[in-house]
């Protein structure tokens, strides 16, 4: 803790798992002290900081800082996203990049964990001045990455078109034609469904879950944070699923909508124009639109936070509560803080944890590094049906750890056991590194 002291989302993030790893702890004691395991797994393989110069519209040069954390690859080639948000530093990158060890074990895919990004901040800049920056970005990164080796994706600000400008970087300078990221376009390697998958795949798992608790998403009212990437398949799939989503928000405010949530307007106002929230009253001036925080306050069955870390604290888990929210599901990392959770799963709510219930992202990306290895691209409905399946045996075997460890229904624990015992089975095989 002291080493990181200034790096407050990493210590978070291997708090909550080493606390609730602790049954497995005492039950393979000796083992991991002589190894030093837990030492070994909290420690990054290896952490990049860059220099990303580049020129911006008016003949400026900018200086932006890249990141690249390579955490653990005991399991497969380092996998995880990029981020480009002005938030960004080391202990972003590494809360993220410790999550996803786990979160990628759990997809029963062959995949390590890695994250990376910058503080750079797409929003307002010219299509010109993202490429800038992402060429850039890569030409310092392409000496770390490769599609055996460690294999970027999307995350906040990075989407479709950021991951085209690093694509083409990348194959000008080292000429390979390689799955080197994930997340890319469908003329070029990308994998139908990858655009959906974090939020369908969050459906999947959060229907699973209500139903091994006899219960059924079908006519629920559902509040979701963010209007990004995961927010808006999130909605999709559960309008598809026959609930319905009446909230939505970005970092300037939100929407309520109480006839459901009109996904096409928010398709055109996020993917098309790069818009911000407010715009849906120009599409539903019936909605209703609040600046600042507020999502949690409406009155929901099931909360599904897909904005950024801690976006959900004590006093909206307090008044989730008291409005009969009965499932909390995260398709952002760690958007609720550790109190909010403790309250949430003291109460009697059902909660998916990120690293669960948004893994559907990375395994799709695992499946697009399938299909660039054997060169061919599978149908929506194949790579759709495996992401289901995936979210489905996610969900029973989490379910299963806790029930391993006699804590039925706590599906952190479950998660950080299930997710943990795979990798630290191949570390201990592979010796000390
Ligand atoms: P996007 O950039 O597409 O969207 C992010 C959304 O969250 C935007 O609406 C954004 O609003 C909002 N947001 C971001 N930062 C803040 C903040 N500090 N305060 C309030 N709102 C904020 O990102 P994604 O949808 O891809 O990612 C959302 C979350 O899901 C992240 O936690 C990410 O790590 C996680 N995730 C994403 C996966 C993926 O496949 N994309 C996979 C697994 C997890 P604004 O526009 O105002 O910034």
């Not at 964990?113 to 800038?132: H, I, L, T």
């Not at 000496?143 to 194959?171: H, L, S």
């Not at 949430?344 to 948004?358: C, E, S």
Request: glycine share 12%; charged share 25%.
């Amino acid at each position: 803790v002291k080493k990181n002291s200034s790096e407050p989302e990493f210590i978070q993030a291997v708090k909550e798992v080493l606390e609730s790893l602790r049954p497995v702890i005492d039950a393979n004691e000796e083992t991991y002290r002589r190894e030093a395991l837990l030492e070994r797994l909290v420690e990054p393989d290896r952490l990049f900081k860059f220099k990303v110069p580049w020129v911006d519209d008016k003949g400026n040069v900018q200086v932006n800082i890249g990141y690249r954390v390579q955490f653990n690859n005991a399991i497969g080639p380092y996998k995880g996203g990029l981020r480009f948000h002005p938030s960004v530093y080391t202990g972003i990158i590494k809360f993220l990049g410790f999550e996803q060890i786990f979160k990628n074990s759990l997809t029963g895919l062959p995949i390590g964990g890695g994250k990376g990004g910058s503080d750079f901040d797409p929003k307002g800049k010219s299509d010109r001045e993202v490429m800038a920056f992402c060429q850039s970005f890569i030409t310092e990164l392409y000496k770390y990455i490769g599609a055996d080796v460690d294999v970027p994706a999307g995350d906040i600000g990075v989407g479709g078109r950021e991951i085209g400008y690093m694509y083409g970087q990348y194959k000008k300078i080292t000429g390979l034609y390689e799955g080197v990221l994930t997340g890319k376009g469908l003329t070029y390697g990308g994998s139908l469904a990858r655009t959906e998958a974090t939020g369908y795949g969050l459906l999947y798992l959060t229907e699973e879950m209500l139903k091994c608790n006899n219960n059924d998403i079908k006519g629920k009212v559902v509040a979701i944070s963010g209007s990004g990437n995961v927010a808006i398949y999130a909605t999709q799939k559960a309008h598809q699923l026959g609930a319905k989503v009446v909230t939505l928000s970005d970092s300037n405010g939100w929407i309520y909508d109480p006839e459901g949530i009109d996904v096409a307007a928010v398709k055109e106002i996020k993917e098309v124009k790069r818009g911000r929230i407010k715009d849906y009253l120009n599409y539903r001036p019936n909605a209703k639109y609040t600046e600042g925080k507020g999502v949690w306050s409406v009155k929901c069955d099931i909360a599904l936070p897909c904005a950024t870390q801690n976006e959900l604290d004590l006093d909206d888990a307090k008044q989730l509560v008291a409005n009969g929210c009965f499932a909390v599901a995260e398709g952002a990392n760690m958007p609720t803080t550790l109190e909010a959770t403790e309250y949430l799963q003291k109460n009697g709510v059902l909660f998916a944890p990120g690293k669960a219930a948004n893994a559907g992202g990375v395994a799709t990306s695992a499946l697009e590094m399938t299909q660039n290895s054997e060169r061919l691209s599978w149908t929506f409905e194949e790579v759709d049906a495996k992401l289901q399946q995936i979210m489905v045996n996610i969900f029973h075997n989490l379910s299963d750890a806790a029930d391993r460890y006699n804590v039925p229904g706590n599906y952190v624990t479950g998660a950080n056991i299930a997710g943990f015992e795979k990798v630290a089975t191949a570390m201990t095989a592979q010796g000390i590194w």
